[in-house]
C-alpha cells in the first residue's frame, strides 16, 4: 500500500512537469500528437494505480475489519446505536458530529481507565449508558436515554468490535493522560468496584478532572461516613445539604444503586489512596 501511493505521488509529480515544461514552449505546445499521448498515457497510468489500490482494499478488508466477528451481539448494539441517534452528537469511524467525543477508541479508553481488567471495563461502560451524568456549567453531560440493560450490553459490544478495526491509527489518542496506566490490574476490591461501577469514567485519582472532580485527597474532605452515603444515595447527601450537586461547576452524581458494603470498599480504597 504505502509502495502504491509513493508511486502515484512520484508519477503525479512527473506528468506535471512535463505539462509545465510544455505549456512553456509554443513549439510543443503545438504538438498535438504528442499532447495526446502524454494525455491517455497519464490517464492509463493513474486507471492502473486506482485499480490496484481497490484490488488491494477489497484485498485486506476481511482482515481489518474481521467481519466474522460479527455477532448477534454486535449487531443488535449497532441497531441501539442508531436508535438513540448516538451518532447526532459522537463521531465513529470518520462519521458523525463533533458536539461529543469520538467513540471509535471508547473501548480501549474503558479498558485503561479500568487498569487492563476488561470486565471491569465492561460493566463500567454498561453502567456509563444507563447512568450518564447530566450537563454542567463546565459539561455538556449526556441525555438520559433510559437505556435498558441489554441495549448497553450490545451497545459495548458494537462500541468493542468497532475499536478493533485497523483504522490506521486514527483516531490519535486524546491528550488528556489516561486515568490509569494500562496493563495493570486494580490493587484492592474497593479499586475493583470503583472501576466496574462506572466511576472511572467521571472521576480520576490524581489525573485531574474528567466529568466529575479528582477524587485525590477526598479523604481529607469528607469523613469516612459521607463518603459511603454519598455513593449509596448522593441525592439523599444533596437533599441534606440542600445543594446539588456539592462541588459547583460539575453534573450531579447519578444514583448507581451500590450496596453498602460495597461502598463502604469503595471509601476505603478512596481514603486509603490505592492505586
Known amino acids: 500500500m504505502i509502495f502504491l501511493v509513493w508511486l502515484s505521488v512520484l508519477l503525479l509529480f512527473v506528468f506535471l512537469m512535463v505539462y509545465i515544461i510544455w505549456s512553456l514552449r509554443a513549439e510543443e505546445r503545438l504538438a498535438l500528437p504528442r499532447l495526446r499521448a502524454t494525455f491517455f498515457g497519464g490517464v492509463l497510468a493513474f486507471t492502473a494505480i486506482f485499480v490496484a489500490f481497490t484490488w488491494h482494499t477489497l484485498r485486506v478488508m476481511p482482515r481489518t475489519t474481521h467481519g466474522d466477528q460479527l455477532t448477534p451481539a454486535v449487531r443488535d448494539g449497532k ?3 442508531q436508535k438513540y441517534v448516538c ?12 458536539y461529543a467525543s469520538d467513540l471509535t477508541r471508547a473501548w480501549p479508553r474503558f479498558v485503561d481507565r479500568a487498569g487492563g481488567d476488561e470486565a471491569a471495563a465492561r460493566t463500567a461502560m454498561k453502567t456509563w449508558l444507563q447512568h450518564p451524568p447530566g450537563p454542567s456549567a463546565t459539561s455538556r453531560g449526556m441525555p438520559q436515554f433510559a437505556m435498558s440493560g441489554r441495549e448497553a450490553e450490545s451497545l459495548v459490544e458494537f462500541l468493542r468490535w468497532t475499536s ?26 474497593g479499586a475493583t468496584l470503583f472501576a466496574s461501577n462506572g466511576c472511572t469514567a467521571c472521576h480520576s485519582i490524581g489525573q485531574g478532572r474528567i466529568q466529575g472532580p479528582d477524587l485525590a485527597g477526598v479523604g481529607r474532605r469528607y ?19 440542600g445543594k446539588s450537586p456539592v462541588n459547583e461547576g460539575y453534573p450531579t452524581m447519578p444514583s448507581l444503586a451500590i450496596s453498602p458494603p460495597d461502598a463502604a470498599l469503595i471509601a476505603d480504597y478512596l481514603i486509603g489512596g490505592q492505586s
Open 164 to 189: 478493533k478495526i485497523d483504522t490506521n491509527g486514527w483516531p490519535p489518542k486524546p491528550l488528556r493522560e489516561q486515568t490509569a496506566t494500562a496493563g495493570t490490574t486494580p490493587a484492592s476490591p
Open 79 to 81: 441497531l441501539a446505536w
Open 87 to 98: 451518532i447526532d452528537c459522537h463521531t465513529i469511524l470518520g462519521n458523525g458530529a463533533y
Open 223 to 241: 469523613d469516612r461516613d459521607t463518603i459511603i452515603a454519598f455513593i449509596v444515595d448522593p441525592q439523599a447527601v444533596y437533599d441534606r445539604k
